[in-house]
C-alpha cells in the first residue's frame, strides 16, 4: 500500500524518484508525485492516475533540485484526486506517508484554533500543517518534526523535507515498514529495498518507533524513547532487474511462468540431501506442541487453509487457521503448547504482524513464512522460514502462494517426522512426491492454450462457482479469489459437498461452475456433484487428469486436462488452472491485470 522514494543526492532527483516509483507501482496506487528543494526552494509536482501521467507532467513543468521525496498513493482519507495526493506541503515543510493517522480529526481542531486549515481531505496534510505550526514557533526542522511525530496516532512511514535546506531529510516509521539506503555521498529512503534497487544494496531497516536523521554524510538514528542507537547496515541482494517483464505482457504471466524454477528453489533449500538446512528441524521441536494456530490473510490465509489438511492427515496435529484482522480482535487463548505460524508474502501485512505481537510470549514458539527476510514480522519472529519466491510484482499473488504452500509442505512433513506420525517409507514417498512438484507443475503450464479458449467463453459471464473437496476446497476459494481480484467477474467457491446446503439454488443454464476434481478418493463424491450442477443446466468447467476426464465423458462445458499426480501435494499443481484461469478472463475483459482497481499489494494498516 503506497509507497516512498527519497534522495539526497548528486544528480538530479526527480528522474530518480520517478524510476524508484516505478519499482513501487505493484503496491497498487492512484495518484502520484515528487517535491524537491532547489536553491533553497522547495516546490512539487503531482498527477492523477498512473506515473506516466506525472511523467507527462514533469515534461510540461519541470522540477530540479538534488533533493526530493516521492510518493504514489492508494487512496484512504480523501477521493483519488490531484488535491489530495502526496506530498503534501504546508508552508516550508513537505511530506509523505503511508498508513492512518488516527487522530487527526483532533490534531485539526488544534490547528483550527490557530487559524490553520486544511486544503484537502487527507490525513496527512495534517502532518505537514503541524510541523509547519511548529516551525513557526521557532523550532528547527529537527525538532519541529520530533514534535510532530510525538503527536501522532496510528500507522506511519514519513519523510519530511524541508524549505531552505537541501541537505536534509527526517524519516520515522510506526506500523509501516521504511528503510534508509547508503551511497558514496548520497542517501536513499524506499518502502523497500526493492525501490532503491537501482541506487544503492546497502540497507538499514527502521525498527518500530525509529526515527532518523538523514543528511548526504550519513543518517543518526533514534529509538521510540528518542535516544540515538546503531542500526546495522546490511547488504541486501535484490535484483533491479526484478521488476522487468522479460517478455511477458504482464508481471502476473511472468511469475506464473517462473514457479517450476522458484519451487525447485524452495524445494531444494529445504530437503537437499547434500547441503541438508537444518533450519526447521534444529528450530522447532514440533512434537511438543499439541496444536498449531495458522493467521495470514487474503490469499496466504488459504495457504494456511490447504496446510491444515496437511498438518492434519500426515503429522496428526490439530490445526486451526484464522484471518489475522479477526484474531487480533477475538484475542483467542494461546497456551505454551501452541505453535502460532504468520504467513505473509510481504512480511508488512498490518492484521499478521498486530497478531504476531499479540502471541508473542503466549505461544511456545512464532514462526514467520514470508518473502521478505528483512521484514516485520521476520524480525520479531522466533523461526524465519523464507519461501525464497523472488520479488512478486503481480498484486494477484501466484508464485508466492504456491512457494508458501512447498514450505509449508516440508514443515507438515517435518512435524510428521518427529511425532513418529509416519513410517519411514511413507515419509520418504511424501518426500519423493514433493520433488516431483516442480516437473508437474512445468506440466501444469501446458495447459495455458486450453484454458485461453475457457477464459474467452468465461469472460462473457458475470458470475463464477469454483467447488473442490479436501485440499481442493481452499483451492476452489483461491481459484475464486483470483477470478474476483482481476477479472471482477463475482466468484465463489464452495466445498463440493455443501452445494446442496445452499448454492445450489444459484445455478441455471448462465452458471459457470470450475470443479477441481483430480481422480482420488474424493473423485466420485465429486463428480456426483458436478452431475447435480449439469442436471441443472449448469456449465461444468473440470479440471482433472486423464482418468477423471475421461470418466467424466463429453457432457460438460469446457474439460481441462492435468498430469496425473495422486498426492497430499497435488493442491500446489492444481494452483496453476486457477492462476491461468483468472489471468487469461482478465486478459479477456481488458483489466488492469497487475494493479487491478482498489487492490494494494501490501496491506500494511488496518
Known sequence: ??????????????????????RLEYRGYDSAGIATVNNGQLDRRRALGKLVNLNDHLVLHPLAGTSGIGHTRWATHGAATTANAHPHASGRIAVVHNGIIENFRELRVFLASHKIEPQTETDTETVAMLADWHLSQG?????AAKETIARLEGAYALAFLFDGEDDLMIVARKGSPLAVGWGDGEMFVGSDALALASMTNEITYLEEGDLAIITRAGADFFDAGGCAVTRQRRTVAVDATSVDKAGHRHFMSKEIAEQ???????IKFYLDGQKRRELISENLDLAAVDRVVMVACGTASLACFVAKYWFEQIAGLPVEVDIASEFRYREPPISGRTLTIFVSQSGETADTLAALRYCAGKAS??????NVIESSIARESDVVLPIHAGPEIGVASTKAFTCQLAVLAVLALEAAKQRGACSDKVLQKLTSDLWRVPSLVADALGTDAAIQVVSAQLARHDDAIFLGRGAHYPLALEGALKL???????????AAGELKHGPIALID?????VVLAPHDAM????????QEVMARGGKIIMISDAEGVSKAGDSTWHRIEMPQFESHWSPIVYSIPMQLLAYHTACEKGTDVDQPRNLAKSVTVE
Open 1 to 22: 500500500m503506497c509507497g516512498i522514494v527519497g534522495v539526497l543526492g548528486k544528480h538530479q532527483a526527480a528522474p530518480i524518484l520517478v524510476d524508484g516509483l516505478r
Open 365 to 370: 514458539q512464532v514462526v514467520a513464512v514470508v
Open 509 to 513: 443454464e448462465q452458471m459457470p461452475v
Open 260 to 266: 517450476p524454477v522458484v519451487l525447485a528453489n524452495t
Open 139 to 143: 523550532l528547527s526542522p529537527i525538532e
Open 523 to 530: 473423485f466420485e463424491k465429486t463428480v456426483s456433484n458436478m
Open 484 to 494: 474476483k481480484e482481476i477479472s471482477y467477474i463475482h466468484a465463489e467457491g464452495y
